[in-house]
């Protein structure tokens, strides 16, 4: 499947990190089942969830990104207490959209670097020696290794998800 140059993939070309792209169908935005169109565990695939700002009042608050295994969930809770926040809300689909300017589905964290973004990686991204991430697109994902993810995206690297049922939100 031919795939576009995505901001995302110029990012990594000029900075010389190694990475392939890869089409998958463009309808779907479940990233289990497009972990199943590429053939590799869902552990592998990552999806990038958009979160609102705290609404606390503190002027360092930003939107936060979530980049968590296609197979488990992001905890607001473990996320919250990361931040100091008392509470966390997913944004809307529509929310995801207007503060990323890319579609649900489609957002990635390399096309967000320098956008006000705090990112956080989950921790099981460590233990694979390449990882998907959105290409910043539907139908395109990025294989890189984590490393050079966190590496780009100055994301933390924390324990953000669980095996419970999705909060509501974005991807």
């Known amino acids: 499947m031919a795939v576009n140059k995505t901001l995302a993939m110029r990012l990594l070309e000029g900075k010389k990190v190694a990475y392939e792209a890869i ?17 590799v ?27 968590v295994p296609a197979n488990r969930q992001l905890d607001l809770k473990k996320l919250a207490k990361l931040v100091g926040a008392k509470k966390l809300k997913m ?11 890319l579609q649900v589905g489609g957002i990635s964290p ?3 670097i320098n956008k006000g973004f705090a990112m956080y990686l989950d921790e099981r991204a460590e233990a694979q020696t390449r ?10 994902q990025i294989k890189l290794s984590p ?10 690297v924390v324990d953000l998800s669980s095996e419970g049922v999705e909060e509501e939100g974005a991807e």
């Open 23 to 39: 089409g998958y169908d463009s309808s779907e935005r479940d990233a289990e089942k497009i972990a199943l169109q590429l053939g």
């Open 41 to 67: 565990p869902p552990e592998q695939v990552f999806k990038t969830l958009v979160v609102a700002a705290p609404k606390d009042g503190r002027s360092s608050s930003k939107p936060m990104l979530a980049i």
């Open 91 to 101: 944004a809307t689909h529509q929310e995801a959209e207007a503060m990323t300017g």
């Open 110 to 112: 390399l096309a967000l």
């Open 131 to 140: 990882i998907f991430v959105s290409a910043g697109e539907r139908g395109t």
């Open 147 to 156: 490393k050079d993810l966190r590496k780009l995206t100055g994301a933390r």
